[in-house]
């Protein structure tokens, strides 16, 4: 059996604004823009490299979905980016503007900060833990 998750769907309220800040301030890669009607599009995002999962960027389409655009997992961190050099996407991101609300913290499983999307949800960006040598 193989079996993988393929997307999340993460609400927004417009998917130029949202496709923008991905690619732009993330540097995620933009991997399908389909219009579907009009004003609904099949929008697909992805941190370069890999891809196990991606975003579906999906314009809230009444008011109840707007309302969970800034808080989709009710204050807690939504989505987890890993990094294989996290001082590097650490400092690209401050450069960026991206807002961190926590700065990075040596944990167990790794280094990790968190920061808003542009629209209030939180990332942790995880970078791997430090090892050290057995004597």
């Given at each position: 059996?193989?079996?993988?998750l393929?997307?999340?769907?993460?609400l927004?309220?417009?998917?130029?604004?949202?496709?923008?800040?991905?690619?732009d301030?993330?540097?995620?890669e933009?991997?399908?823009?389909?219009?579907?009607?009009?004003?609904?599009?099949?929008?697909?995002?992805?941190?370069?490299?890999?891809?196990?999962?991606?975003?579906?960027?999906?314009?809230a389409?009444?008011?109840?979905?707007?309302c969970?655009?800034?808080?989709?997992?009710?204050?807690?961190v939504f989505?987890?980016?890993?990094?294989?050099?996290?001082?590097?996407?650490?400092?690209?991101?401050?450069?960026?503007?991206?807002?961190?609300?926590?700065?990075?913290?040596?944990?167990?499983?790794?280094?990790?900060?968190?920061?808003?999307?542009l629209?209030?949800?939180?990332?942790?960006?995880?970078g791997?833990?430090?090892?050290?040598?057995?004597v």
């Amino acid at each position: 059996m193989n079996r993988y998750l393929a997307h999340i769907t993460l609400l927004v309220h417009d998917y130029d604004e949202a496709i923008k800040f991905y690619t732009d301030k993330l540097d995620f890669e933009l991997i399908e823009d389909t219009a579907l009607s009009d004003n609904k599009r099949w929008v697909l995002v992805a941190p370069k490299g890999l891809k196990s999962c991606h975003l579906l960027l999906a314009k809230a389409a009444n008011a109840e979905q707007e309302c969970c655009i800034s808080n989709q997992t009710g204050g807690r961190v939504f989505l987890f980016l890993h990094t294989d050099n996290f001082e590097r996407d650490y400092e690209q991101l401050l450069n960026k503007n991206v807002e961190f609300v926590k700065k990075p913290k040596e944990e167990a499983y790794g280094t990790v900060a968190v920061f808003k999307d542009l629209y209030g949800n939180l990332w942790d960006l995880i970078g791997p833990a430090l090892t050290t040598l057995a004597v």
